[in-house]
């Protein structure tokens, strides 16, 4: 419960994510204080926060919580050899060109193993994965994502893929064999909406060409970006493996330096040596492999 609410702010997010009430939440923490006979919690009007002493304690939770997991999953592969559910969360385009193919793949080499699927965006993977939600997390690279340093964690780079700029058919720049950056700084663009990751790195991208794009459409949908720039409302730059051959915009490259997605999968420390995660993770970085970036 320190945990959580370590990792969540406040003792009602705590609560929610344990599937508790938060005064369960707040009777375990006191609890707690008084089994280790130290302030954990400072209170803050209706607000805590975390001690010295609860930082401290924190240091050690994570290879408590990491050993109870190993712990159980010894007893489960006891149980059952290497067959059982695997719970993935990856964004949308993860699944169609690493995930599904995996699947398909891992149904002839691991026949115990039951993958399911969640759909969520690069930078709720993580947090469902921390949350005990899902055993692997296929992410993007940003500047919230988990660093290799993180104790809890394995990160297992996939790909990195180059962005390209979409534009409207009758733009300038959309005979060209590449385009300049630069070129678009005048244009209205179409943009993932605020908290996408992709997001962050076009106005990196935009900020390092020297100028800060004028955002006048949002959307998530690659299709929907394509399908805008195509009726002249904007230009917009996307990862290149989004978009279908079919695409009604026109698609080119952008001259170095060209921003770039790096994909990778995480999977919890304690897990990470599970048969059926090392399955899968060998079988996703494989599926990579073959894309055509």
Known sequence: MLRALADHGTVTAA????????SAVSQQLAA?????????????????AITSAGRLLLSHADTILTEVERAEDA?????????????????????????????????ESTPGLHLVVQDAEGHQAVTQ???????????????????????????????????VAVLPPTHPSATAESVDLTA??????????????????????????????????TSDDFRSVAALAAAGAGVSLVPRLTLPPSTPAVIRPLAPPTPTRRVLVATRRARAD??????????????????DL
């Open 32 to 48: 707690l204080e008084s089994e280790v006979g130290q302030e954990l919690l400072e209170r803050r009007g209706r607000r805590v």
């Open 184 to 217: 678009l700084s005048t244009d209205d663009w179409i943009m993932t909406s605020i908290g996408n990751p992709i997001r962050d790195v076009v106005l990196l991208a935009c900020e390092q060409a020297g100028f800060q794009p004028r955002v006048v459409h």
């Open 129 to 163: 994965l921390l949350d005990g939600e899902v055993d692997l997390a296929i992410t993007v690279e940003h500047r919230g994502s988990p660093r290799p340093a993180d104790d809890r964690l394995v990160l297992t780079p996939l790909y990195a893929e180059p962005f």
């Open 75 to 107: 007893m489960r592969l006891y149980a059952d050899g290497a067959t059982g559910e695997l719970r993935i969360a990856a964004f949308a385009t993860a699944i169609s060109l690493l995930v599904a193919p995996s699947l398909a793949s891992l149904r």
């Open 15 to 22: 609560a929610e994510v344990l599937h508790l009430t938060p």
């Open 274 to 291: 599970h048969p059926l995660v090392t399955a899968t993770l060998k079988t996703l970085a494989e599926t990579a492999a073959q894309l």
